[in-house]
């Protein structure tokens, strides 16, 4: 059972566009929701991340919005940069497990 | 700080061969955790290692083990490798004596090609 699904596979925005990307996830008990940003070569890097006590949280062009009723969450990134061009995973975990990830959405930002 | 770092950075092995890989954690942070990362794919969770124990595993058979060290590194070993083992093995830690989740900060991998 897939315990996070994530869309779109593959993402192509306008520089200066809004990029979305979505997951939802099946297990209420989840309190932990991690976006990771990983360019080619490298390890995963935290982005954002949220907790299911708030609906919304902003870090610069970074937003992740979340729907508790929904299971549903999802990261925007205003005004996107050509250097944003990389893959985007969501993770979901509790208490001090480890993390589980999404399938990834590749977003490439064209000038 | 120094962050997490892995090594080697490149490996190519034989099909049943056994494989070791190492991780140095980011000081300050005593709980690893290894991923396998297919190409094109998200990372899955192979165990977790907390006070030199492994303390949660994901589903990988025991061909794969792993151990952490006093000073919080940790070793990623694969025995009787096969084609399917080839990916990016990634290793990170974090902080657990904390209340709560805090993330986790990743290293940049292991290249594993098995041929």
């Known amino acids: 059972q897939q315990q996070v699904k994530q869309s779109p596979q593959s993402l192509i925005v306008q520089k200066g566009g809004i990029s979305i990307i979505n997951c939802a996830y099946e297990?209420?008990?989840?309190?932990?929701f991690p976006w990771y940003q990983q360019f080619p070569g490298k390890g995963p890097a935290l982005l954002i991340a949220?907790?299911?006590?708030?609906s919304e949280k902003k870090e610069g062009r970074f937003t992740i919005s979340f729907n508790k009723s929904a299971k549903q969450f999802s990261l925007h990134i205003m005004d996107s940069q050509p250097g944003d061009s990389a893959t985007y995973f969501c993770?979901?975990?509790?208490?001090?497990?480890?993390?589980?990830f999404g399938s990834g959405t590749r977003l490439q930002v064209q000038p | 700080e120094t962050g997490v770092t892995q090594s080697p950075t490149h490996l190519i092995k034989t099909r049943g061969q056994q494989v070791t890989l190492r991780c140095s954690s980011q000081?300050?942070?005593?709980?690893v955790s290894w991923y396998q990362q297919a190409l094109g794919q998200g990372p899955q969770f192979i165990f977790q290692?907390?006070?030199?124990?492994?303390?949660g595993r994901g589903n990988f058979p025991p061909r794969f083990s792993g151990l952490q060290f006093p000073n919080y590194s940790s070793e990623l070993n694969v025995n009787a490798l096969e084609l399917d083992d080839s990916a990016l093995y990634l290793c990170?830690?974090?902080?657990?004596?904390?209340?709560?989740?805090?993330?986790?900060?990743f290293g940049s991998g292991t290249r594993l090609t098995v041929v």
């Open positions: 000081s300050g942070h005593n709980t």
């Open positions: 949220i907790r299911p006590d708030v």
């Open positions: 297990n209420t008990a989840f309190d932990y």
């Open positions: 290692y907390y006070r030199e124990e492994e303390n």
């Open positions: 993770a979901v975990t509790m208490g001090r497990r480890a993390l589980t």
């Open positions: 990170a830690s974090s902080p657990r004596d904390r209340a709560v989740n805090y993330g986790y900060t």
